[in-house]
Nanobody, 118 residues
Framework: QVQLVESGGGLVQPGGSLRLSCAGSGFVFSSYGMRWVRQAPGKGLEWVSC????????NYADSVKGRFIISRDNTKNTLLLQMNSLKPEDTGVYYC???????????RGQGTQVTVSS
């Protein structure tokens, strides 16, 4: 059974940092590209970033480029998202999704809430 469990969200002030984690199980994690997507309050899903199966290729939405860093540890079946210089518009529920690409469709976890507010 495929399972994705996100963690690491919370409340942070503008300019602060958070590190999100996603633990994958029930599939061969190292064989799949992975993505982060997010959903702001009252809005649809937005693609954030993706990483290739081996971690050697990444891509970012313009809104987070230069502030977020996606990475993965295939020995621990874990996907990471280091979020720096956070802005209020980064507020939302963040989900990890199986598969490479700049879209939001696919199997995802339950999400972790990120709130950027003073």
């Amino acid at each position: 059974q495929v399972q994705l469990v996100e963690s690491g969200g919370g409340l942070v002030q503008p300019g602060g940092s958070l590190r999100l984690s996603c633990a994958g199980s029930g599939f061969v994690f190292s064989s799949y590209g992975m993505r982060w997507v997010r959903q702001a309050p009252g809005k649809g899903l937005e693609w954030v970033s993706c990483i290739a199966s081996g971690g050697g290729r990444t891509n970012y939405a313009d809104s987070v480029k230069g502030r977020f860093i996606i990475s993965r540890d295939n020995t621990k079946n874990t996907l990471l998202l280091q979020m720096n210089s956070l802005k209020p518009e980064d507020t939302g529920v963040y989900y990890c999704v199986i598969g490479w690409g700049m879209n939001v469709a696919g199997t995802r976890g339950q999400g972790t809430q990120v709130t950027v507010s003073s």
